[in-house]
């Protein structure tokens, strides 16, 4: 059978559209489809949650073919051609291997769980950007996306009322705010102290939910600001997924989404910013002071608030006592599947709800409650993305992924007008790099990989440019 590139090119653009279509469904599809095969109780199963990998396999060697077809015929493959965005992956990389062949971390475990949240999407980005992308396909990106943001930000707005009863037929926990990897996902969070919930909607917590919003909503902003405010369609969608920004209560994805607002009017003339802009930035800040007013615990949670700052601090400590760093998967998302499962609460707050599970490690203050007899391991989370490669690579791993991000905001602030696209897509990466500052900003696959894919796409047409000497 003849290789056909455009057959295969085909493919390869119809698998990315279905997995950015689905990526925000994951965690609901896993836990429901959990639920169907083993029943209630069970924690999500690998089988049905490695489908979004299966799928950016077969992008990814539909892309290999492509490359080797295109050394072959022409023998001016872009497999050669690198920059110093490429050089940069490629050196975090090395450097990971590098620890691992030195013993940290201890397991190869460890590592490959680090791998799949720090490298996978980096990898994609630097197969995906040496392959042709359509014209059409990059059109169509912009407006799928803000359709399913449009259906996750309807049904988390929907979430916030319904019964605890409707989540546990779906497959997921009746407990609440509580991760447990052995365990259902929890349909919801709860401010601390309060019964006010924060939606996830069809993803597998709130930050999460709130941070891929920034996609969607970064769409919507350019598209009214594209069109002057007079389309009502891009306007009801900005609002409905503002609304549901500000039900997740993620104050790190509220950050992002109001840096790509006042980011987004940089195209337009002043007059029109003058009477547009303005007077909305104001009316949000009014706004936020009255509810701060109204519930100031809504926004300042002490519990909280402590952790943002105590655990980057807990981080940096870490990176002094060791300075070429501890390996992938000691620190961050990984270490949610490798360590004890706990929850901190203030002093003096009641701890009996937790003994319906008995190996929840329960901390008031510092001090652990529950369970008795067993030191409790708890996740290394810094609350910092930046921190958290600073903790597995080093300080040296630390550098090479702060020049990197440099790096690529960088190519997209210099070429800013080139495509809706780019447009789009230079806000969303502008947000998530400031709310990495916050929280494990790159953590969830329909983020990294969504984001990551689409770089690739963007700066694709840039490794044209570079020269291959002989």
């Given amino acids: 059978m003849r290789y056909s590139k455009s057959s295969v090119q085909r493919l390869r653009e119809f698998s990315t559209l279905a997995l950015l279509s689905l990526l925000p469904f994951h965690a609901l599809l896993v836990t429901t489809g959990t639920k169907l095969m083993l029943g209630p109780g069970h924690a999500p199963t690998a089988m049905l949650a490695g489908w979004k990998e299966v799928i950016l396999g077969m992008i990814l060697l539909s892309a290999f073919l492509e490359i080797v077809h295109s050394s072959l015929i022409t023998h001016h493959s872009s497999l050669f051609k690198w920059d110093w965005i490429d050089a940069l992956i490629l050196a975090l990389l090395v450097l990971s291997i590098t620890l691992l062949l030195t013993g940290r971390p201890s397991s190869l475990s460890h590592y490959i769980l680090g791998f799949k949240y720090d490298f996978i999407p980096l990898v994609a980005f630097l197969v995906l950007r040496r392959v ?3 014209d059409d396909f990059k059109n169509r990106v912009p407006l799928l996306l803000l359709i399913v943001g449009c259906i996750v930000a309807l049904y988390g707005i929907l979430t916030f009322f319904l019964p605890m009863s ?18 259902p996902l929890a349909a919801f969070q709860q401010i601390g102290g309060s019964a006010v919930r924060r939606i996830q909607s069809t993803f597998s917590g709130p930050n999460q939910f ?15 600001v594209r069109t002057r405010c007079t389309n009502y369609r891009y306007l009801i969608s900005a609002l409905l997924i503002a609304a549901a ?11 992002g989404a109001f840096i790509i607002f006042i980011a987004t009017p940089g195209q337009l003339p002043p007059k029109t910013f003058m009477k547009i802009i303005v007077p909305l930035i104001a009316a949000c800040g009014v706004g936020f002071v009255m509810l701060l007013q109204s519930n100031s615990d809504i926004f300042l949670r002490l519990g909280s608030d ?6 980057p601090l ?19 998302p990984a270490t949610n599947r490798t360590h004890d499962a706990c929850v901190f609460l203030e002093t003096g707050d009641d701890p009996s709800w937790a003994k319906s599970n008995p190996d929840l490690c329960v901390f008031t203050g510092k001090t652990q409650v529950q369970p008795a007899g067993k030191t409790c391991n708890c996740p290394v989370l810094p609350e910092n993305w ?46 998530l790099s400031v709310a990495a500052l916050f929280l494990h900003a790159w953590e969830d696959a329909a983020v990294a990989y969504s984001v990551w894919i689409l770089m690739a796409i963007v700066m694709q047409q840039s490794l044209a440019n570079v020269r291959v000497d002989a």
């Fill in 166 to 183: 409707f989540f546990v037929n779906l497959g997921y926990s009746d407990a609440h705010s509580i991760y447990l990897a052995n365990g």
């Fill in 245 to 255: 920004l500000l039900l997740t209560f993620s104050r790190a994805a509220w950050i």
């Fill in 210 to 224: 709130g941070l891929w919003l920034l996609i969607p909503w970064a769409i919507a902003m350019i598209a009214v």
């Fill in 306 to 311: 402590r952790g943002h700052f105590e655990r």
């Fill in 132 to 134: 042709p992308w359509s």
């Fill in 386 to 431: 930046y921190l958290q490669i600073g903790v597995e690579l080093g300080i040296a791993g630390f550098l090479l992924y702060l020049i990197f991000i440099g790096f690529v905001a960088r190519w997209l602030v210099s070429r800013f007008s080139f495509s809706p696209l780019h447009k789009f897509l230079t806000l969303t990466f502008l947000g």
């Fill in 314 to 332: 807990q981080a940096i400590q870490m990176m002094r006592d060791f300075p070429l760093g501890k390996g992938l998967g000691t620190a961050g």
